[in-house]
């Protein structure tokens, strides 16, 4: 049975103490439902934009790099405040826990006013950049002008959130993604199509919808960590840059946004691949996201929890507690995502149903989900090993996975594109799904020699 720790504290957080199954479930499953919830938002999103044609689905696919964009750079410097703040607390060290968490608040904020500059100056640009549709550009731009513009909610929904989790605290984040879930789903067919009173607003209605729902959530975020995160001690002293505090947050940061940045990259490759075949091409690539996020939202949960438990473990020098999070991370991982495959190869039509899909879009899509399902345990494996990395300190190693793994679905893709048709394209995601896991399995097995086994306290 396993031993109960205390770090020469009078009393230790629940992450170096808590049996690790016990402390796996009670903070992975309210962050996994807490996601679940926040990916409604750009399924409910994307469910309504439907039903304004297959034009507006184009335009929100191309306009998924830029919000995927925004959020990917926004979570990853969450999570070098997450690494930072967990490990510190883990340290005893709560002053500079303290400064992780106001320095990385403002971080986010420096990210927000970039994507607001981009919001009111470039979005045309970058939708004529795409596409000579011109309904297709102006329906992009009223979307994403608009989330740009106001990304400040996002911006401080995220960091607030992590905060909740990196302290042990994840009802407090369920609470904050499931307003903001409901205040979208409200809003959403309202400001899209027209009800009691408000004119229809199409895709503008939709982008107001989601900044609106991310503000309310980052309010409810705010007034839990203002109430029960004793942790944190909120105030202007928090806010006072702090060189070295600041120089951990980037230095596990910065290489987590760069990673995650490259998958909107990755998208807006795949864009441009597919619509050289048919506007509808695209359609099905992001039902095909939105889908696939659902699937891999537990394996994100898991990802984003254990982040903040390794990193108390490794500050607090519990070599075999770190051990035993990893094999059952990895275990989880694997049995969820082949229920994702089976899912998918069962009921592709039925899925697409939710989107409206018809005709073109409903041929490619079946074929489409039933080939690139199979690469979900791959995926997975990838996603939780990443974690792991970063907890660990070796961020590197997860974004030269991320790097590789853009580089060769591309050029995969170009290739597939050239000698076959739209439905060849698919395979590229198993291709590179399959080789990516094996690189990054790789590199764990370098970690754990050169950092795991060399942690100087075990149980």
């Given amino acids: 049975m396993e031993k109960t720790m205390v770090n020469e504290q009078p009393t230790e957080n629940i992450m170096g103490t808590l049996p690790v199954g016990k402390l796996l479930m009670k903070m992975s499953v309210p962050m996994i439902l807490s996601m679940m919830v926040s990916s409604l938002y750009s399924i409910i999103d994307s469910i309504f934009v439907s039903r304004l044609g297959d034009n507006a689905l184009t335009a929100m696919s191309l306009a998924t790099p830029i919000s995927s964009l925004l959020a990917c750079i926004t979570v990853g410097f969450t999570v070098g405040m997450n690494a930072v703040l967990s490990k510190k607390l883990g340290e005893g060290d709560s002053e500079t826990a303290n400064k992780a968490a106001g320095n990385g608040l403002m971080i986010n904020w420096i990210v927000a006013a970039i994507f607001l500059v981009f919001g009111l100056f470039f979005t045309r640009m970058f939708y004529t950049f795409q596409t000579d549709v011109v309904e297709i550009q102006n329906l992009g731009v009223q979307y994403t002008s608009i989330t740009c513009i106001f990304a400040f909610g996002l911006a401080n929904q995220t960091m607030l959130e992590r905060m909740l989790m990196a302290t042990g605290k994840p009802l407090g984040s369920v609470f904050s993604l499931f307003t903001g879930t409901i205040v979208n789903l409200i809003l959403d067919p309202i400001l899209i199509f027209g009800f009691f009173g408000v004119p229809a607003l199409g895709m503008r209605g939709a ?52 990673q995650q940045s490259i998958s909107p990259l990755m998208i807006f490759g795949m864009n441009q691949i597919l619509l050289g075949f048919t506007t509808a091409a695209p359609a099905v690539y992001v039902i095909y996201v939105r889908l696939q996020s659902i699937v891999l939202i537990p394996i994100w949960g898991l990802r984003n929890t254990v982040v903040s438990i390794i990193s108390y473990n490794y500050g607090a020098g519990y070599r075999e507690r770190i051990k035993k999070i990893i094999r059952i991370c990895l275990i989880a991982t694997i049995a969820i995502t082949c229920v994702g495959v089976v899912i998918f190869q069962s009921i592709p039509s039925q899925l697409l149903a939710l989107f409206n899909a018809s005709g073109e879009v409903l041929d490619i899509g079946i074929v489409a989900l039933r080939i690139i399902s199979f690469v979900f345990p791959f995926s997975g494996i990838t996603l939780i090993l990443g974690a792991f990395f970063q907890a660990l300190g070796k961020s590197m190693n997860t974004l030269m996975v991320s790097i590789i793994q853009c580089v060769l679905m591309l050029v995969t893709a170009t290739l597939l594109a050239h ?41």
């Fill in 207 to 258: 982008a107001i919808a989601t900044v609106a729902a991310q503000f309310a959530a980052a309010s409810v975020a705010l007034g839990f960590n203002m109430k029960v995160n004793k942790e944190i001690k909120f105030g202007l002293s928090m806010f006072k840059p702090h060189g070295k505090t600041m120089k951990e947050i980037w230095a596990v940061g910065l290489p987590a946004a760069l």
């Fill in 419 to 459: 000698f076959g048709s739209v439905y060849t394209v698919w395979f590229a995601f198993i291709i590179t799904e399959v080789i990516v896991a094996l690189i990054a399995g790789l590199f764990m097995r370098n970690v754990n020699e050169n950092v795991i086994l060399r942690i100087g306290k075990g149980v």
